[in-house]
C-alpha cells in the first residue's frame, strides 16, 4: 500500500506546516507581518493564518507579540526557532489511527480535548510527511460500543470526579441501584475512574456502605463536590481490586469455578484469556475444561449461558443449580 499522496501537496496553502515555516521565517526576519498579508501571501484565509499562530504560540511556544506601530508581528525574544519534528511513516499512521479509534468513544468526556490535540499534532507534519487518509480510512475499521448515557451529563459528572480524586475531596451523590431498583443519598471518597464495556464507572469508599464499592457514572442523579477531604486508603490497588472479577462484578469472597466446553465451543475458548486464573484442560475428543477463580458468580452465569448449550458448569453446585433454574424459567416463556 502506497502512503504517499502527491496530489495532497499541491501547494503551501494547503499544509499548516510549510504555512508556520513561511509565518516564522516573516517574523524572524523583522518584516512585522500581519493576518492580511499573510493570508495574501499564503492564498488562504485569515482564519486559517489565525489558527496557525494559535498553535504556533500554544504548542510551540511561539513568542509571537504584536506590534502596534508597526502593524505586525515580531518576536519577544528572537533566538526562537520552530522546534523541529521527525515521524516515521509508521508513526504518521499510528497518529492517525488513533485519533480514529478515540474518536469512537463519541460519549468520551475528553472528545473535544482528543479532536483538538490531533488537530495540532497533525498541523506540525512537515509537507514532505504526509499520508494517504483516504486509503487507511478504506482499509482499517474500528468496532467500539457507544459510550452508555447522556454525553453532556457524563461530561460533567467526569470532571467533578476526577477534580474530587485530585484533590481527595469527598462527594456528595444520589444514585439509582439497579440491583436494588433503588434511589439512595450518599458520600463517596472517589479513587478512581474506570471504562469498560461502553460505560464510565467511579471506584471509592462509600461512607453510606462503609466499604470500597463501584458505582456507574450514568446512575448519578447529583453529583456535588464537597469541601470535606478523605485520605485515601494506601492498600487500595484497582488491579487488585478487579483482579478476582470476571469483568466486572466482584463478590464476597472468590470461588472456584469449572466450566466444560465441547469441541465447536473450544476453539473460541481456547483463543483468549479470559481471566488471569484461567487454566484450560485439552480433552482428546477435542472439549475443553475451563477452571477460573473469580468472585461475582451473576457475572459467570450470563457468560456462560451465552454459549447456549455448548457450555455446561461443573462447579460449584449453586451456580449450576441457578442456571437450570434460569434455563426452566426461559422454557417457561416459550410453553
Same mark, same amino acid.
Given at each position: 500500500m502506497s502512503l504517499t499522496n502527491p496530489e495532497f501537496r499541491s501547494g503551501v496553502g494547503r499544509n499548516a506546516f510549510a504555512r508556520m515555516q513561511h509565518i516564522h521565517a516573516a517574523i524572524k526576519a523583522r518584516t512585522y507581518p500581519n493576518v492580511l498579508r499573510l493570508a495574501e501571501e499564503l492564498e488562504v484565509s485569515t482564519r486559517a493564518v489565525e489558527r496557525d499562530l494559535e498553535t504556533m504560540r500554544d504548542f510551540m511556544g511561539a513568542p +509571537?507579540? #504584536?506590534?502596534?506601530?508597526?502593524?505586525?508581528?515580531? #518576536?519577544?525574544?528572537?533566538?526562537?526557532? +520552530?522546534p523541529k519534528i521527525r515521524m516515521t511513516e509508521g508513526e504518521l499512521v499510528a497518529v492517525f489511527l488513533g485519533k480514529r479509534l478515540l474518536a469512537k468513544y463519541k460519549g468520551h468526556p475528553y472528545e473535544k480535548e482528543i479532536r483538538s490535540a490531533y488537530t495540532k499534532i497533525q498541523a506540525l507534519f512537515p509537507e514532505?510527511?504526509?499520508?494517504?487518509?483516504?486509503? +487507511?480510512?478504506?482499509?482499517?475499521?474500528?468496532?467500539?460500543?457507544?459510550?452508555?448515557?447522556?454525553?453532556?451529563?457524563?461530561?460533567?459528572?467526569?470532571q467533578i470526579l476526577q477534580g474530587a480524586i485530585g484533590a481527595n475531596r469527598i462527594v #456528595?451523590?444520589? #444514585?439509582?441501584?439497579?440491583?436494588?431498583?433503588?434511589?439512595?443519598?450518599?458520600? +463517596?471518597?472517589?479513587?478512581h475512574l474506570l471504562f469498560q464495556q461502553g460505560a464510565w464507572y467511579c471506584i471509592g469508599f462509600c461512607h453510606l456502605r462503609k466499604e470500597i464499592r463501584m458505582f456507574a457514572m450514568d446512575r448519578f442523579y447529583e453529583l456535588k463536590l464537597t469541601d470535606q477531604n478523605f485520605k485515601r486508603d494506601e492498600n487500595f490497588n484497582i488491579e487488585e481490586y478487579l483482579g478476582d472479577s470476571l469483568n466486572l462484578e466482584r463478590g464476597s469472597e472468590p470461588r472456584e469455578v469449572t466450566i466444560a466446553f465441547d469441541k465447536d465451543a473450544a476453539r473460541w475458548v481456547r483463543e483468549r484469556r479470559w481471566h488471569e486464573s484461567q487454566k484450560l484442560d485439552k480433552q482428546p475428543d477435542g472439549s475443553v475444561i475451563l477452571h477460573l477463580t473469580v468472585s461475582g458468580l451473576n457475572e459467570v452465569k450470563r457468560?456462560?449461558?451465552?454459549?447456549?448449550?455448548?457450555?455446561?458448569?461443573l462447579a460449584p453446585a449453586e451456580l449450576r443449580q441457578e442456571i437450570m433454574e434460569e434455563i426452566a424459567a426461559m422454557l417457561g416463556n416459550y410453553s
Amino acid at each position: 500500500m502506497s502512503l504517499t499522496n502527491p496530489e495532497f501537496r499541491s501547494g503551501v496553502g494547503r499544509n499548516a506546516f510549510a504555512r508556520m515555516q513561511h509565518i516564522h521565517a516573516a517574523i524572524k526576519a523583522r518584516t512585522y507581518p500581519n493576518v492580511l498579508r499573510l493570508a495574501e501571501e499564503l492564498e488562504v484565509s485569515t482564519r486559517a493564518v489565525e489558527r496557525d499562530l494559535e498553535t504556533m504560540r500554544d504548542f510551540m511556544g511561539a513568542p +509571537i507579540v #504584536y506590534s502596534y506601530s508597526q502593524k505586525g508581528y515580531y #518576536y519577544a525574544d528572537e533566538n526562537f526557532s +520552530i522546534p523541529k519534528i521527525r515521524m516515521t511513516e509508521g508513526e504518521l499512521v499510528a497518529v492517525f489511527l488513533g485519533k480514529r479509534l478515540l474518536a469512537k468513544y463519541k460519549g468520551h468526556p475528553y472528545e473535544k480535548e482528543i479532536r483538538s490535540a490531533y488537530t495540532k499534532i497533525q498541523a506540525l507534519f512537515p509537507e514532505n510527511e504526509v499520508i494517504d487518509y483516504d486509503e +487507511i480510512e478504506q482499509t482499517v475499521t474500528f468496532a467500539v460500543e457507544d459510550t452508555r448515557g447522556d454525553g453532556q451529563k457524563l461530561l460533567g459528572n467526569y470532571q467533578i470526579l476526577q477534580g474530587a480524586i485530585g484533590a481527595n475531596r469527598i462527594v #456528595y451523590a444520589e #444514585y439509582y441501584s439497579v440491583s436494588s431498583d433503588s434511589h439512595s443519598k450518599r458520600h +463517596i471518597s472517589p479513587y478512581h475512574l474506570l471504562f469498560q464495556q461502553g460505560a464510565w464507572y467511579c471506584i471509592g469508599f462509600c461512607h453510606l456502605r462503609k466499604e470500597i464499592r463501584m458505582f456507574a457514572m450514568d446512575r448519578f442523579y447529583e453529583l456535588k463536590l464537597t469541601d470535606q477531604n478523605f485520605k485515601r486508603d494506601e492498600n487500595f490497588n484497582i488491579e487488585e481490586y478487579l483482579g478476582d472479577s470476571l469483568n466486572l462484578e466482584r463478590g464476597s469472597e472468590p470461588r472456584e469455578v469449572t466450566i466444560a466446553f465441547d469441541k465447536d465451543a473450544a476453539r473460541w475458548v481456547r483463543e483468549r484469556r479470559w481471566h488471569e486464573s484461567q487454566k484450560l484442560d485439552k480433552q482428546p475428543d477435542g472439549s475443553v475444561i475451563l477452571h477460573l477463580t473469580v468472585s461475582g458468580l451473576n457475572e459467570v452465569k450470563r457468560w456462560v449461558m451465552s454459549f447456549g448449550s455448548h457450555a455446561e458448569v461443573l462447579a460449584p453446585a449453586e451456580l449450576r443449580q441457578e442456571i437450570m433454574e434460569e434455563i426452566a424459567a426461559m422454557l417457561g416463556n416459550y410453553s
